[in-house]
């Protein structure tokens, strides 16, 4: 494979998916096609829907991503609904919420599902566990990365490099798994 197509209208996720592709010499296109994120109970239904509905219009490989902030003194929330949080209440909103707790751990999840030749799915997954800060720091990435401090480290995803947070993000070992996949498949 030499071209992958990213479906996503996010620079950011683009951005970090080339980065980490880039050693195996895949040329990653951004198709932002959209497709309805679902209301359902975890980040796999959502990316098994989404390969689903995009395959009915387009017929080669791609891959697509949905991620979400799990945070654990609010039992999970925001969890698969993490975009549209973002989009409603936003960082401010999440630091408000979490003013008062001392539980601050919170993990990161990421599912990319990727739609091959035949249009088969494979999933894959990865986890990032961490803390929310008490305040926005940083100006990389996007989202909730001013916020998220990954377990290890004391910068949020906000103030790490691009290919500092690849190597620790939830996104970055999901595409770990997928690249070991595609190896695999030469």
């Not at 707790?101 to 494979?122: C, M, T, W, Y």
């Not at 990865?126 to 720091?137: A, D, F, T, V």
């Amino acid at each position: 494979m030499k071209q992958l197509n990213f479906i996503t209208g996010n620079k950011g996720k683009l951005t970090e998916i080339q980065q980490k592709l880039s050693p195996l010499k895949i040329k990653v296109i951004q198709k932002n096609l959209g497709y309805p994120e679902i209301q359902a109970e975890t980040l796999e239904e959502v990316a098994e829907y989404g390969i689903t509905h995009i395959q009915q219009t387009f017929t080669k490989p791609f891959i697509l991503e949905d991620a979400g902030l799990f945070i654990n003194a609010l039992n999970g929330f925001p969890g698969v609904y993490s975009k549209y949080v973002y989009y409603t209440i936003g960082l401010d909103g999440i630091l408000k919420l979490m003013h008062q707790q001392k539980n601050r751990q919170a993990i990161f999840r990421s599912v990319f599902g990727f739609s091959d030749e035949q249009q088969l799915p494979h999933y894959f997954i990865g986890e990032c566990p961490g803390i929310i800060n008490i305040e926005k720091r940083g100006t990389q990435g996007f989202g909730y990365d001013p916020i998220f401090i990954p377990n290890g480290d004391v910068r949020t995803f906000a103030e790490m490099p691009t290919h500092h947070k690849n190597q620790v993000s939830h996104r970055g070992r999901a595409l770990d798994q997928f690249i070991s996949f595609l190896k695999k498949q030469k």
